[in-house]
């Protein structure tokens, strides 16, 4: 069974500034990883995936995550953010599977705030 | 190409009525899967369909919850007799065959219990 552990509830940060949003996974097996961004009162966007190759994930919006498969984790960062980041974020696995589908296995979230 | 449909937006039920949710997943998704999310807490799986199949219903509750994905029509998730726990945002996501690993979320039903 897979988990996922999102070590922040909250993150405020001042606009412009950097952020990263910490995600470590716990897994037996491969998996992939994914990045989701809710707006409020919205279903889920996809901000970016981790399936195979370069462990660092560019997304849209000029988010980006880090693979560290050594450390578990997936870190989402982006260097400059905006008024319109503010939002939930969620971090996501999936067991990689060769056969049939997987659920994903959601953290618990992070609200992210950017003040003016 | 429409995204993933969910109807209604809103439901609002007494307690020991009946909840219908429906979705409708994307144009050519032949997969769907349904997920809770509480107050405060993450999405967590219910409940994985293929047309006329469940596949993996391991997150549903034992009781008074079901799901159905007929071979026309939308994804259909039911919950009889509704108790004020069962208060919640239900996202459906569905998957195309060839690739299961990306899913693409509904706006979500947002199902209070009065």
């Known amino acids: 069974a897979q988990s996922v552990t999102q070590l922040d509830s909250q993150v405020p940060v001042f606009e412009e500034a950097p952020v990263e949003l910490r995600c470590n996974y716990s897994?037996?097996?491969?998996?992939?990883l994914f990045w989701y961004v809710q707006y409020p009162n919205q279903g889920l966007q996809l901000l970016l995936k981790y399936l195979s190759g370069s462990t660092l994930v560019k997304g849209i919006n000029g988010f980006e995550a880090e693979f560290n498969k050594s450390q578990t984790s997936f870190h989402l960062r982006k260097p400059s953010v905006h008024i319109s980041d503010t939002a939930e974020y969620f971090c996501a696995v999936s067991q990689m599977a060769s056969l049939g589908n997987t659920p994903l296995v959601f953290g618990k979230g992070t609200r992210l705030s950017v003040i003016a | 190409n429409a995204g993933v449909m969910q109807n209604p937006r809103h439901l609002v039920r007494r307690r020991g009525q009946e909840a219908r949710l429906r979705c409708s997943p994307m144009?050519?998704?032949?997969?769907v899967y349904w997920y809770r999310q509480l107050p405060e807490e993450g999405l967590k799986f219910m409940v994985y369909l293929q047309k006329e199949n469940i596949i993996d219903e391991s997150g549903m509750p034992k009781e008074r919850f079901s799901a159905e994905f007929p071979k026309e029509g939308p994804s259909i998730l039911r919950i009889q007799q509704v108790v004020r726990g069962d208060s919640a945002a239900y996202f459906c996501?569905?998957?195309?065959?060839?690739?299961?690993?990306?899913?693409?979320f509904g706006p979500g039903t947002r199902l209070t219990v009065l």
């Open positions: 897994s037996s097996v491969s998996v992939y």
């Open positions: 144009k050519g998704h032949s997969h």
């Open positions: 996501a569905s998957s195309p065959p060839s690739f299961h690993w990306e899913q693409f």
